[in-house]
Antibody, heavy 123, light 113 residues
Framework: EVHLVESGGGVVQPGGSLRLSCAASGFTFDAYAMHWVRQAPGKGLEWVSLISGDGGKTYYADSVKGRFTISRDNSKNSLYLQMNSLRTEDTALYYC????????????????WGQGTTVTVSS | DIVMTQSPDSLAVSLGERATINCKSSQSVLYSSNNKNYLAWYQQKPGQPPKLVIYWASTRESGVPDRFSGSGSGTDFTLTISSLQAEDVAVYYCQQYYTTPFTFGPGTKVDIK
């Protein structure tokens, strides 16, 4: 069974840093692009970042560009999100999700989502 | 960035009746080379992560009941639940994955009347 488990969330002061992790199982991890999507309390979904299966291509929302870094360790079936210079508006539930199919591109829907990890940025 | 809008914001439908949600993109998400619309629909129930319902605008995800269908092309799309069941109460989001950032619509809340 395909499974994604996020961890690393917590409470941090504005300007601080956090590193989120996502442990994947049940599929050939390095064949799939992976995403981070967040949801502020009571709000809708916001796409955050995307990384190709081999890790060679990364993409970011403008709201996090220059502050967040997505990465993956295919030997550990793990996805990461390094979040620096955190702002109160980064407070959200952060989901990792996998692309619905493999392929040469990254432009695919997201078919499996984790339960999320909560990040709270507050002084 | 491609801006996604949805209508209505919310709707209440009687059990067994049809529910229709509309989604519009600020530019076409139809890729002419493969004639595919890069548009997905997700269902999110309270306290749960989103669940993929439809991708490529009209392809039903495995395990999704056939009362769910997607249609549309270019910039205008529709998610239809042909006979609403109690378990369909949720917020539904459309998303374009034609280009980054992969933007979501604001969501449509579906309830039972």
């Amino acid at each position: 069974e395909v499974h994604l488990v996020e961890s690393g969330g917590g409470v941090v002061q504005p300007g601080g840093s956090l590193r989120l992790s996502c442990a994947a199982s049940g599929f050939t991890f390095d064949a799939y692009a992976m995403h981070w999507v967040r949801q502020a309390p009571g709000k809708g979904l916001e796409w955050v970042s995307l990384i190709s299966g081999d890790g060679g291509k990364t993409y970011y929302a403008d709201s996090v560009k220059g502050r967040f870094t997505i990465s993956r360790d295919n030997s550990k079936n793990s996805l990461y999100l390094q979040m620096n210079s955190l702002r109160t508006e980064d407070t959200a539930l952060y989901y990792c999700a996998k692309a619905v199919t493999t392929g040469p591109w990254v432009y695919y829907a997201l078919d499996v989502w984790g339960q999320g990890t909560t990040v709270t940025v507050s002084s | 960035d491609i801006v996604m809008t949805q209508s209505p914001d919310s709707l209440a439908v009687s059990l067994g009746e049809r529910a229709t949600i509309n989604c519009k993109s600020s530019q076409s998400v139809l890729y002419s080379s493969n004639n595919k619309n890069y548009l997905a629909w997700y269902q999110q129930k309270p306290g749960q992560p989103p669940k993929l319902v439809i991708y490529w605008a009209s392809t039903r995800e495995s395990g999704v009941p056939d009362r769910f269908s997607g249609s549309g092309s270019g910039t205008d799309f529709t998610l239809t639940i042909s006979s609403l069941q109690a378990e369909d109460v949720a917020v539904y989001y459309c998303q374009q994955y034609y280009t980054t950032p992969f933007t979501f619509g604001p969501g449509t809340k579906v309830d039972i009347k």
